[in-house]
């Protein structure tokens, strides 16, 4: 991923839709995103959440639906996906799980029905 920098700013940052509605907030460090961030759909309802170290996507993050439904977790290390992730079905029954290793499926990946019932198993190699 691209590392995200704002010209040396540093401090407390909001970003804004073009109606004035609040699109993201977090914080910069010398031009480059840190810590925790906060993205937003225009209803309002969070998006997405995690954090940034020097720019780039770092350890644990969520996004949601419009809805508020919890879609997808994962995690980050220097930019790339790294370790287990999961993505749910709109009723919130888990769709699928299993690791990333810089940035690749690897290992066992299992997904389920929307009822919650095992329907595949896959082995990726790296």
Same mark, same amino acid.
């Given at each position: 991923?691209?590392?995200?920098?704002?010209?040396?700013?540093?401090?407390?940052?909001?970003?804004?839709?073009?109606?004035?509605?609040?699109?993201?907030?977090?914080?910069?460090? $010398?031009?480059?995103?840190?810590?925790?961030?906060?993205?937003?759909?225009?209803?309002?309802?969070?998006?997405?959440?995690?954090?940034?170290?020097?720019?780039?996507?770092?350890?644990?993050?969520?996004?949601?639906?419009?809805?508020?439904?919890?879609?997808?977790?994962?995690?980050?290390?220097?930019?790339?996906?790294?370790?287990?992730?999961?993505?749910?079905?709109?009723?919130?029954?888990?769709?699928?799980?299993?690791?990333?290793?810089?940035?690749?499926?690897? $290992?066992?990946?299992?997904?389920?029905?929307?009822?919650?019932?095992?329907?595949?198993?896959?082995?990726?190699?790296?």
């Amino acid at each position: 991923m691209a590392v995200t920098e704002r010209d040396g700013e540093t401090g407390p940052r909001e970003e804004h839709f073009a109606d004035g509605k609040l699109s993201a907030s977090g914080e910069y460090n $010398g031009g480059k995103k840190t810590g925790k961030w906060k993205y937003y759909f225009r209803n309002g309802k969070l998006k997405a959440a995690g954090e940034y170290a020097e720019g780039e996507l770092a350890g644990h993050w969520e996004w949601y639906g419009e809805s508020g439904t919890l879609k997808q977790t994962g995690g980050f290390e220097s930019g790339q996906q790294d370790g287990e992730w999961k993505r749910y079905h709109p009723n919130g029954e888990l769709w699928d799980v299993g690791r990333y290793s810089s940035g690749k499926k690897t $290992g066992e990946w299992k997904t389920y029905d929307k009822s919650g019932n095992l329907v595949r198993t896959k082995n990726i190699k790296a």
